[in-house]
Nanobody, 116 residues
Framework: QVQLAESGGGLVQAGGSLKLSCLAP????????MGWYRQGPGNQRELVAQ???????TYAESVKDRFTISRDNDKNILYLQMNNLKPEDTAVYFC??????????WGRGTQVTVSS
């Protein structure tokens, strides 16, 4: 069973920055579409940002111009650079890998807490 592994979460003050990483032990990582999701207290899991195998990116409106998703296909790592963090960004952040004909893979999440 493939398990993605997120890291880089923590406690930060509003206006601060964090960079999340997701190590994905997939033999064909570059062929997977990757995404970051988050789930805040009492909320459903929501898409934050995604990057396709062709390097196209999309963002949730709430994080545009603050977050940047990227990937290193040589190292099998997905990143999320988060700047100007707000208390409403507090959530558990998950990474997801998917491609046609393969199962969907998730990590266990990393906690991000933004204090006001």
């Amino acid at each position: 069973q493939v398990q993605l592994a997120e890291s880089g979460g923590g406690l930060v003050q509003a206006g601060g920055s964090l960079k999340l990483s997701c190590l994905a032990p997939l033999s064909t990582f570059s062929n997977f579409h990757m995404g970051w999701y988050r789930q805040g207290p009492g909320n459903q899991r929501e898409l934050v940002a995604q990057i396709t195998s062709g390097l196209s990116t999309t963002y949730a409106e709430s994080v545009k111009d603050r977050f940047t998703i990227s990937r290193d296909n040589d190292k099998n790592i997905l990143y999320l650079q988060m700047n100007n963090l707000k208390p409403e960004d507090t959530a558990v952040y998950f990474c997801k890998a998917h491609r046609m004909g393969r199962p969907v893979y998730w990590g266990r999440g990393t906690q991000v807490t933004v204090s006001s």
